[in-house]
């Protein structure tokens, strides 16, 4: 976000200094550059300190002396007429009626010598003072000063500027980030709620539209478990009726065991269901306790390897020795990883690698398969719920609803965890990282 600053910062900041420095130029080009008029003629006292030494030189020293010293210290200041011939020492250009106006005041300047003519030879040379308003130093040198202390003061206001427009947009992004984590009760900050701008307004939207998502949201999960709940009670009469059938029928028991496999699909499916539910909400404090996952981990790598031998695959434990201790739901994370390696197990070809170790303050798991891995398209959605990758859906055999993933994703993210899917090079197989924090404060 601060390259948003940055952005406005330096944009406002050049628009400034074009504006400053375009227009200071501009306005000393005007004034050291307009007709000379009476204005400009110095009759003051003070003129003579001015002319005293360009007389004293033109005297002693010659013209091209003179001429070399005007433009080192009067420059634009004192002004030398040849009358003869009108034209300025130092070549400037004097308008003839500004000439006319300095002979008519010559008389009117001798008492306090404003106005001075000199002969040399056969040449006579009027000498008067213009007053340039603002003159910098002794030559027509840009305010450099003023324009510096302009630029300055531009420097704060930018940044005043790039500030005041930024930081309800920092704002702004701090909340759509906690809509992004699934917090809708968002409270929008006082700097937000009492701007009366576009922004302002924009703030206001984006709270509306998150509590009408958090509601909406919420309706649906509540309508998912409430469903859930109520087919349980159906299928477990279902489930009863099939068991009485068999017991009174000795016939079409394909057809009862058939029965029996989909209400036990239907089954799983209500108790994942349930279990998916249950993670849209925050795991409660009597829920946590301290978890020796040692003895979780390697349970569920025994039973994956009893497992893995009906499936003529083998799992290998690379599990660290090292003593851990987590906070946490034990069964929620059981049953979240076993899902994973599960899953591995599936679609391995013939091994499953299991490790885990400890890192950070965290506990990462990991669960490697041999298996052809997954699209790279499919790797951001396999968690959403319902969701199949293409390769389990072209292949009969790998049976499941599309929860499991997203269940240990919900899990891992209840306990403050991350879950990391990547594919071997070359397809050679798929990795899940599964990372834990050893506490959830």
């Not at 010598?113 to 002794?138: C, K, M």
């Not at 990462?364 to 398209?377: C, L, P």
């Given at each position: ?186 409270q929008l900050h006082t700097q937000l709620t009492n701007r009366q701008d576009s922004l302002g307004e924009l703030a206001v939207d984006i709270q509306h539209m998150t509590t009408r998502l958090g509601k909406v ?109 987590v906070e946490g739901n034990p069964i929620l994370l059981y049953y979240a990883i076993e899902n994973v390696i599960r899953n591995a197990l599936r679609h391995a070809r013939k091994i499953v690698w299991i490790g ?86």
């Amino acid at each position: 976000m601060y390259k948003l600053f940055w952005k406005f910062f330096f944009t406002i900041w050049i628009a400034q200094l074009i504006t400053i420095w375009g227009a200071g130029t501009a306005i000393w080009y005007i004034r050291h550059h307009e007709p000379l008029s009476e204005t400009n003629l110095d009759l003051s006292n003070g003129a003579s300190y001015y002319l005293d030494p360009v007389l004293s030189s033109l005297k002693s020293e010659g013209i091209s002396a003179t001429a070399e010293y005007l433009k080192k210290r009067f420059r634009r200041i004192v002004y030398v007429v040849d009358t003869s011939t009108n034209k300025e020492l130092l070549n400037r250009k004097i308008p003839l009626d500004f000439l006319d106006l300095v002979r008519q005041k010559t008389q009117q300047a001798s008492s306090n010598h404003a106005i001075q003519e000199l002969t040399l030879g056969d040449r006579r040379y009027l000498l008067f003072v213009v007053d340039i308003p603002s003159p910098w130093g002794n030559k027509p040198l840009l305010p450099v000063f003023p324009l510096t202390g302009a630029t300055l003061a531009s420097l704060l206001f930018a940044f005043l500027l790039a500030r005041h427009f930024s930081r309800p947009i920092e704002l702004l992004k701090e909340t759509v980030e906690q809509v992004g984590l699934g917090k809708f009760d968002i409270q929008l900050h006082t700097q937000l709620t009492n701007r009366q701008d576009s922004l302002g307004e924009l703030a206001v939207d984006i709270q509306h539209m998150t509590t009408r998502l958090g509601k909406v949201i919420d309706s649906q999960t509540r309508l998912l478990h409430t469903i859930s709940h109520e087919l349980r009670s159906p299928l477990t009469r279902l489930q009863m009726a099939t068991g009485l059938l068999r017991q009174k029928s000795s016939e079409n028991n394909d057809e009862i065991e058939r029965i029996e496999r989909e209400c036990k699909r239907i089954d799983l499916l209500i108790g994942q269901l349930l279990t998916l539910s249950r993670l849209d909400d925050e795991i409660s404090k009597q829920e946590i306790e301290t978890v020796n996952f040692n003895p979780l981990i390697n349970e569920i790598i025994e039973n994956a390897k009893f497992e893995a031998q009906s499936l003529q695959k083998t799992v290998i434990d690379q599990s660290s020795s090292d003593l851990i201790n987590v906070e946490g739901n034990p069964i929620l994370l059981y049953y979240a990883i076993e899902n994973v390696i599960r899953n591995a197990l599936r679609h391995a070809r013939k091994i499953v690698w299991i490790g885990h170790q400890l890192m950070n303050n965290a506990v990462k798991i990991y669960i490697i398969d041999d298996g052809e891995g997954v699209d790279d398209a499919d790797l951001a959605q396999i968690t959403q719920p319902f969701y199949r990758a293409s390769n389990t859906q072209k292949n009969p055999n790998m049976q499941g609803f599309g929860l499991g993933l997203a269940i240990t994703q919900k899990t891992f993210k209840a306990h403050n965890g991350e879950v990391i899917f990547s594919n071997l090079p070359n397809k050679t197989g798929f990795k899940v990282e599964l990372i834990l924090p050893l506490t959830l404060h």
